[in-house]
């Protein structure tokens, strides 16, 4: 006889967990924020560094580097709530999502990005799932979807007006190709 709790992995909202894992995915921005400062070396120069060989890895590892506490904060209250509701929508096209964001949007920067930058933070994260939750309702044609999709419109639309203004020491390329990445990872999730 099995005690264990069992999870759907079709959407439909169940919160169960979807908070603690939402809080374990920022704790975990932090962690690294705090083992940067006490690390001999800086950790930010592992970020996604265009059109160089070496600064590939950082297509994995700038999510979770930040510049400063500042930044990090910023990511962190923009991110919680967006993996919390896409979650507790569907937790694996949530999972499947956030890897096609962070591969795709990461290719995005490190194909098109300013030459001699680094790129880092989580705001390409945070694009992409604003991007996915705002098409999922335009691509799965699910009560559910559409719902989810016109909350996030509704609470996070003011940010797609970041997407047409380029700021020194803000990743634009970050945002646009972390937002497209989330669009593209909701039409190839559509069926799942």
């Known amino acids: 006889m099995s005690t264990g709790r069992k999870f759907s992995t079709a959407p439909g909202m169940k919160i169960g967990g979807d908070v603690e894992i939402a809080v374990i995915c920022v704790a975990l921005l932090w962690g690294v ?7 001999p070396f800086d950790l930010r120069i592992y970020g996604v560094r265009p059109r160089s060989i070496s600064g590939l890895p950082g297509l994995l590892f700038a999510p979770f ?14 991110l919680a709530p967006l993996l919390f509701f896409s979650l507790a929508y569907s937790r694996k096209l949530t999972l499947e999502a956030v890897i096609l964001i962070t591969l795709i949007g990461g290719g995005g920067i490190w194909l098109f990005g300013k030459s001699h930058t680094v790129h880092i933070g989580a705001s390409g994260v945070i ?3 604003i991007g996915y939750m705002l098409a999922i309702g335009l ?3 699910d ?3 559409l719902i989810v999709s016109l909350a996030v419109a509704s609470y996070y639309g003011w940010a797609l007006s970041s997407l047409f203004v380029v700021l020194p020491e803000v990743s634009w390329t970050g945002h646009f190709f972390g937002f497209a990445a989330g669009v593209f990872a909701a039409w190839l999730t ?3």
């Open 139 to 141: 691509f799965r044609r």
């Open 65 to 78: 580097l930040h510049s400063g506490a500042r930044h990090l904060i910023s990511n962190s209250l923009a």
């Open 33 to 39: 924020f705090f083992l940067n400062l006490i690390l």
């Open 190 to 192: 559509r069926q799942g």
């Open 127 to 129: 694009f992409g799932l």
């Open 143 to 145: 009560l559910l979807a």
